[in-house]
């Protein structure tokens, strides 16, 4: 049986860097996203026992050996649990370039992991499809659930799991991407992890998440704008400081990303409701509401250096789709 399955990326509001067990991907800490539906993954999976191999193609580019490797690695821990003997063929593309510091191993593994399943007409609760989504990639759990969605700490694997807080029609939220640099990022998020605890600030992040998931989550609930951006930046400035401060030192930012952080600061106080936050890259996410997208891309636009906009609106989960790959 043939299955597709479209994913969206997220965007963390409260972010996930550093683990406490690698095999499992289990976080250091809790974390809280959105899904974005300008940038997904559309990835078909058919399971052939006339197969010798896996065969995986990205059809808007090329795979390292290494992506392949651990899409196969996961692909081997869904078989291993199925106790499916065949291989499978798998066809991807996404909906933006791989490394724009939108998220594609989120989106990737998320499409993957839902797709195999079906393809396998095995029916999982959404929650064990998060959990199997997680061990791909561990951002990626948080794009199964539809809209705004809390991914948990847990203390081991079921624990560990994504669902949704609030679905995508739940507030009009526009996540404006800019993209400052088109170009992979130097170093993967994976490796950049593994020197977390070198960092003298780890510690004191992972200390007051908790405190900052309840503040976020009340914002979310009240519809709070300001307070919500307010969490969303101070967050995206603790995660960077810590990065910035690992040995040797994870730093992703550009001269164009910290003149629109400055920039938007400067917006904010002409009384423009804009808040920024940063992943691995460069590349800037610029949250406001939808009220406000026309006046924010009108200021990005004044940027030299921006070399793209995406605009993103608040998303559905993945979800199985009949248009096939192939
Ligand atoms: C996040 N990031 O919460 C944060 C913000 C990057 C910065 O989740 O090793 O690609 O595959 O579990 O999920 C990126 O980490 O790492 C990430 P792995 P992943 O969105």
Redesign the pocket.
């Known amino acids: 049986m043939k299955a597709t399955a479209i994913a969206p990326s ?3 509001f409260i ?3 550093g ?1 406490a067990d690698e095999a499992l ?1 289990l976080p250091l800490n809790g ?1 809280l ?1 959105m899904n974005l539906d300008a940038t997904n993954t559309v990835t078909t999976v058919e399971f052939s026992p006339v197969l010798s191999r896996d065969e995986v193609t990205l059809l808007d580019g090329d795979f390292s050996d290494k992506e392949i490797e651990r899409i196969i690695k996961s692909l081997n821990l869904i078989r291993s649990k199925t106790n499916t003997y065949s291989f499978a063929r798998i066809a991807t593309k996404n909906t933006f370039p791989k490394g724009a510091g939108a ?1 594609a ?2 989106s990737g ?1 998320a499409a993957l992991t839902v797709a195999a399943f079906a393809a396998l007409g095995i029916t999982l609760s959404e929650k064990e499809l998060t959990v199997f989504a997680r061990m ?5 759990c ?1 794009s199964i659930p539809d809209g705004f969605v809390e991914w948990k700490k847990g203390n081991d694997s079921d624990s560990s799991y994504a669902y949704s807080l609030h679905p995508s029609t739940y507030w009009d939220l526009r996540d404006v991407l800019v993209i400052v640099d088109y170009r992979m990022k130097k170093i ?3 490796e950049g ?1 593994t020197g977390v605890k070198t960092s003298p600030f780890w510690r004191d992040r992972v200390a007051g998440i908790p405190a900052k998931m309840a503040a976020i989550k009340a914002a979310l609930k009240a519809k709070n704008f300001r307070a919500l951006g307010r969490i969303i930046e101070e967050d995206c400035l603790n ?1 960077h400081h810590v990065m910035q401060t690992q040995n040797p030192p994870v730093y992703y930012w550009n001269d164009v990303t910290k003149t629109i952080m400055d920039s938007v600061v400067g917006w904010r106080k002409q009384g423009l409701p804009v808040y920024f936050t940063i ?2 890259g460069p590349n800037v996410h610029l949250v406001c509401e939808a009220k406000d997208e026309a006046a924010v891309i009108e200021k990005v636009q004044t940027v030299a250096g921006v070399e793209n906009i995406i605009v993103n609106r608040p998303a559905q989960g993945t979800h199985l789709i009949q248009d096939h790959l192939f």
């Not at 791909?136 to 990626?140: E, N």
């Open positions: 997220n965007i963390a972010k996930y860097w683990k991907r974390s996203s998220a191993s989120a593994f791909g990639s561990g951002s990626a948080r993967s998020t994976t992890q995660m992943d691995a």
